[in-house]
T-cell receptor
Framework: DTEVTQTPKHLVMGMTNKKSLKCEQHMGHRAMYWYKQKAKKPPELMFVYSYEKLSINESVPSRFSPECPNSSLLNLHLHALQPEDSALYLCASSLSGDTQYFGPGTRLTVL | GENVEQHPSTLSVQEGDSAVIKCTYS??????FPWYKQELGKRPQLIIDIRSNVGEKKDQRIAVTLNKTAKHFSLHITETQPEDSAVYFC???????????FGQGTTLQVKP
């Protein structure tokens, strides 16, 4: 398996909902990332996990909660989001911390 | 702080022409420079990358050049095709944090 996969592809949620985004890779990569991307803007780093430990948190609001259950999985738990959080959420992985491979993303809409 | 500037923001060329996108980075210790292509509604896809110990790298119609002295790197696409139309992002790996610092993107339109 040479790809990063993400589920769901699309998600619509209300501001009081709790939902989770999932990311999976089976390439043996030890670094995994969450990015947020608005239309025609570059990906904006949110979190980095290295060897299953959170190594970077880019001052993301606590309504976003990352989790790395094992070396192949990465979750992003969402709670009490705001409409401005609507975006494409991208997961990426890297073997050695430089070349990053992106998943297809989850298109999130917050109503 | 670490910063990458990318120009132009939009680029329109005729099919068969060449396209050049330029990026300048601020962190002189950056050592890894990838380029991503993102089609509408798709993931950013790595198309080519270069490390600081190399000045140029080619892959078919795509090439990247790096000038460490000027802290400048460029993407060159020759014989452009309509399917090259996309948003292209350059990035530089920051030496302190290891994070990828992205440019603001270039929307390339190739007219048939």
């Amino acid at each position: 398996d040479t790809e990063v996969t993400q589920t769901p592809k699309h998600l619509v949620m209300g501001m009081t909902n709790k939902k989770s985004l999932k990311c999976e890779q089976h390439m043996g990569h030890r670094a995994m990332y969450w990015y947020k991307q608005k239309a025609k803007k570059p990906p904006e780093l949110m979190f980095v996990y290295s060897y299953e430990k959170l190594s970077i948190n880019e001052s993301v609001p606590s309504r976003f909660s990352p989790e790395c259950p094992n070396s192949s999985l990465l979750n992003l738990h969402l709670h009490a989001l705001q409409p401005e959080d609507s975006a494409l959420y991208l997961c990426a992985s890297s073997l050695s911390g430089d070349t990053q491979y992106f998943g297809p993303g989850t298109r999130l809409t917050v109503l | 702080g670490e910063n990458v500037e990318q120009h132009p923001s939009t680029l329109s060329v005729q099919e068969g022409d060449s396209a050049v996108i330029k990026c300048t980075y601020s962190d002189s210790a950056s050592n890894y420079f990838p380029w991503y292509k993102q089609e509408l509604g798709k993931r950013p896809q790595l198309i080519i990358d270069i490390r600081s110990n190399v000045g140029e790298k080619k892959d078919q119609r795509i090439a990247v050049t790096l000038n460490k002295t000027a802290k400048h790197f460029s993407l060159h696409i020759t014989e452009t095709q309509p399917e090259d139309s996309a948003v292209y992002f350059c990035a530089a790996r920051g030496s302190n944090t290891g994070k990828l610092i992205f440019g603001q993107g270039t929307t390339l339109q190739v007219k048939p």
